[in-house]
Nanobody, 109 residues
Framework: VQLVESGGGLVQPGGSLRLSCSAS??????MGWVRQAPGIECKLIST???????FYSDSVKGRFTVSRDNAKNTLYLQVNNLKTEDTAVYYC???????WGQGTQVTVS
């Protein structure tokens, strides 16, 4: 299993980004996004299953949208209306959090 995230960057408050995660090896039924802010433990913020059902943590609900392209084995996270507290490294994960990517940094400032 190899997960490779991209799309992070520096953005002003209120801005948007689209994070991507390319997965190799198979099409995974469950995929999620986890973020880790400086000095704070990792937090699962969004998940999506193969059929499209989604979950969002309260902190991102209404601002973030998770989606997937099963044909491309790619997971996305559209992040809108970013706040300074969204600054973190964002990781995609699969197989019940057993596998993680290397992460992509999102900085809101």
């Amino acid at each position: 299993v190899q997960l490779v995230e991209s799309g992070g960057g520096l953005v002003q408050p209120g801005g948007s980004l689209r994070l991507s995660c390319s997965a190799s090896g198979s099409t995974y039924w469950w995929m999620g996004w986890v973020r880790q802010a400086p000095g704070i433990e990792c937090k699962l913020i969004s998940t999506i299953v193969f059929g499209g059902s989604t979950f969002y943590s309260d902190s991102v609900k209404g601002r973030f949208t998770v989606s997937r392209d099963n044909a491309k084995n790619t997971l996305y996270l559209q992040v809108n209306n970013l706040k300074t507290e969204d600054t973190a490294v964002y990781y995609c994960a699969t197989v019940g959090l057993a596998y993680w990517g290397q992460g992509t940094q999102v900085t809101v400032s």
